[in-house]
């Protein structure tokens, strides 16, 4: 049966737009947070969304209006318990993941589906959290979620095939291109963009290239929308990096092993776009301009 009352656990930036491209697909959504005001700035962040869609004409102002009214914001986990899919959106930490699949697990009937959206831990180790393995998968969105057209569908070896049908059918239905994957460290994106983040950031070390030149290499060259150094610092070097170890854990390979260069920025704080400073700093964020490393 295909997904029709949908639970998403957090409302920040990838929360809130699985749950809008969940609504506007026609979705119930029960959207959960841990406070009030983190609901509520949550559901803001939807609304934003929504009215830039309707200015744009890509959305008529009643469709708005009935995607509002399929949607519905709690902080309480007991609202989700009549959900046909789950979609977890919290925090990269696996004891807070493992808490929440444990709760849920308590709460739910045995016919829900849960799903992580996360993008570097194992959903294997998060479905042994819960009694239903095989009712456990993974979907990858990715950000921002109601403009990306990919989800990454994981399957561990315990998912029931049926869960995996009714997963890549979700997908479909709320306007993306799912991909199937199983679950290995970084699944299909990450394991190919991970290593050429880090491969860039080894170039500038050794002096291949300027900041500039690696960057305007890639685009031109290659055709890419932006240059590696420059989606590292709208990825954020801290994700980076914390990916980059998880990967470098599972498979003990060089290419997955984060460069000092990127180890220091993300010491000293320089995490990119959202702190101002990266590869680029940002000061005047119309003009970014590229750092000078001694």
Known sequence: MPFEKIGVVGCGLMGSGIAQVAANAGCQVTVREVSPQLVDKGLQSIEKSLQRLVDKGTLSASDRDQVRRRLAGTTSLEDLKNSDLIIEAIIEQLPAKRELWTALDSICPKHTVFASNTSSLSITEMAMFTQRPDRFLGLHFFNPVPVMKLVEVIRTIATDPKVDEEAVAFAGRVGKTPVRTTDRTGFIVNRL???????????????????????????????HPMGPLTLLDFVGHDTTYYIANIMFDEFKEKRFAPPPLLKRMVLMGWNGRKSGRGFYDYSDPAKPNPMKFT
């Open 193 to 223: 963009l991970v290593p050429y983040l880090l491969d860039a950031v080894r170039a500038l070390e050794e002096g291949v290239g300027s900041i500039e030149d690696i960057d305007n290499s890639m685009k031109l060259g290659c055709g």
